[in-house]
């Protein structure tokens, strides 16, 4: 029960994570670095990444018995 929990939770926050990182991505901020640098800003990439690992370690959490 509480790992489903923990699950569910890592799963949330994963999604939440993802959608933050894909505004930061598509912001004005970003744009321009990634126009001078060649790479989106590394707040976009760190919620990105971060929101992956979170979601898939939720999945991986909810679907063992």
């Given at each position: 029960?509480?790992?489903?929990?923990?699950?569910s939770?890592?799963?949330?926050?994963?999604i939440?994570?993802?959608?933050?990182?894909?505004?930061?991505?598509?912001?004005?901020?970003?744009?321009?670095?990634?126009?001078?640098?060649?790479?989106?800003?590394?707040?976009?990439?760190?919620?990105?990444?971060?929101?992956?690992?979170?979601?898939?370690?939720?999945?991986?959490?909810?679907?063992?018995?």
């Amino acid at each position: 029960m509480t790992r489903k929990m923990i699950s569910s939770a890592l799963l949330i926050v994963g999604i939440l994570l993802l959608f933050f990182g894909y505004q930061e991505y598509q912001s004005i901020g970003s744009e321009v670095e990634e126009f001078f640098t060649g790479s989106p800003s590394s707040n976009a990439v760190w919620f990105l990444v971060g929101g992956a690992a979170a979601a898939i370690a939720g999945i991986v959490g909810l679907s063992k018995k």
